[in-house]
């Protein structure tokens, strides 16, 4: 597949652009950029820095890829941002490179970023995410796969969303977000179980009433966090796949606490 670049399009000398890429007018793609196959850039979208994209992206118009960190702690150096395949930016969306010259921000497949959407430095992203418009992960922020951010969310620096979980729009979140949970307000807490998310993406009854217990003991019962893992450790199964086992894992590692 040949590569269709525009002739009003700017592509720096060292760029490198795989089969069936497509940059459209106006567009610039840095000289460290790396474009993997299939990949569309479309017009006035940009994409610099030292990048890597994997296949099958689509960058809207006027979306900025690989930007500069907005940390003033910035020094120098090459930092990356690093994606994966099949996403999708739409129009005017931030993704950042790092901030220290020999780290980088981490993005999976499979996502879709709404427009004005930001991910900052250092961020690591997983897969299949929906992030609305107008929302922004603060620098170091960590998303599991299938979450949901709503319109409008603000999301402090290092906080994490684990597997499945929600936040619903306008939130701010400054705590973790446990798996399957769903997070409101401002600033967001833990409101119940991500039960719509989980049911479509095809969860058994049981699995989504054992989660509803798991929340019951986090957050309707009488007990601190370390009572709550020892509750759970002792009366639900914590199989290697069960979702009691993710929750505990994901709360024990919990360092801004839980919304």
């Not at 610099?48 to 809207?60: F, I, S």
């Not at 603060?138 to 936040?167: A, P, S, T, Y």
Request: glycine share 10%.
């Amino acid at each position: 597949m040949e590569v269709k670049i525009h002739p009003q399009a700017i592509i720096e000398q060292g760029a490198q652009l795989g089969k069936g890429v497509v940059v459209e007018a106006f567009a610039l793609i840095g000289k460290d950029a790396k474009i993997g196959d299939g990949t569309i850039v479309r017009h006035h979208a940009t994409v610099e820095g030292c990048v890597e994209l994997g296949k099958n992206n689509e960058v809207y118009p006027y979306a900025l890829i690989g930007g500069l960190t907005h940390d003033l702690k910035f020094s120098g150096g090459s930092p990356e941002l690093k994606i994966g395949d099949n996403n999708i930016f739409r129009e005017y969306v931030t993704a950042h490179v790092a901030t220290n010259g020999e780290d980088r921000t981490l993005i999976g497949s499979n996502n879709a970023f709404l427009a004005y959407s930001h991910i900052a430095h250092d961020c690591n992203v997983g897969n299949h995410l929906v992030m609305s418009s107008h929302s922004a992960l603060g620098g170091h922020v960590e998303v599991g796969d299938h979450v949901n951010i709503g319109w409008g969310v603000g999301v402090h620096q290092f906080c994490r969303l684990g597997n499945h979980c929600m936040v619903a729009a306008c939130s701010k979140l400054v705590q973790d977000v446990p798996p399957y949970m769903l997070a409101d307000g401002s600033p967001a807490e833990v409101r119940s179980i991500n039960k719509i998310g989980m049911e479509r993406f095809g969860f058994s009854k049981d699995i989504i009433d054992q989660t509803k217990a798991i929340y019951k003991v986090f957050y309707r019962g009488e007990y601190n966090r370390r009572q709550a893992i020892e509750h759970i450790t002792d009366n639900f199964k914590l199989e290697s796949d069960s979702i009691a086992r993710e929750v505990v894992a994901f709360v024990e590692k919990s360092e801004r606490g839980l919304a």
